[in-house]
């Protein structure tokens, strides 16, 4: 009897329920941030400052974005130097200011996200007369170079005049600057502008009213030098 009662417990034993399995969850779906005005260059050869041209500064700034949900750059991260910070500075600046996007999503939900371009920097041509920036002078303020000093063309002093293989050759100079902001001397400081064509330096800017005048500490004109550099 008792291997009757044991058989029977075994016949009456119900199966195992199947295991079950719960479907993987979806993978996260992102999108990248999409610029809204890619019809506008970011930057353009207006851009470039000033205060390179001095140096002929030229390179690739390679940057990287922070854009917050509403599409606005919130941060900028220079992450190769063109070589010259004052162009590095520049694009950040610029590209922050202008750049409108359509923010970064997860799973159709704005998040903040990254975006990264590179800014090419080239001389502009018609850059032809640059202030020394790094120059020392006398006053607290320096002199400040007004649109009729860079807008000298230097190629029309040597125009008709025979000279060959003058194009890119350049010449230094030191201008003295007096209360007023007119040039009052100037002197010659190098460059590979030789003979006749550095003689013809100096009379670009002599006796012309090309600066507004450097200041001191209580506000009062003062002379001052400034150089300058000539691209032939």
Known sequence: MIWFAALSALTTQQPAAP??????APSPIYRSPQRLDTEV??????????AAMFSDAAGVTALMLTIGTNGRPTACQVTDSSGHPVLDVTACTLVRQRARFAPGTLNGKPVESRWRSRIVWKMPDESHVMVDPRAAGNAKTAPVPRDALLEIDPRVAVA???????AGRTNFVWLDVDTVGKVMRCTLDGGDGEGALAARAC??????KLFVPGFDRDGNAVPDRVRVKVRW
Request: net charge negative; hydrophobic share 30%; no cysteine.
């Open 19 to 24: 295991p079950v399995y719960a479907p993987p």
């Open 203 to 208: 009379p670009l800017f002599l006796g012309q």
């Open 160 to 166: 008709g005049s025979g000279m060959a293989g003058t």
């Open 41 to 50: 260059p970011l930057i353009g050869e207006d851009d470039y400052p000033k």
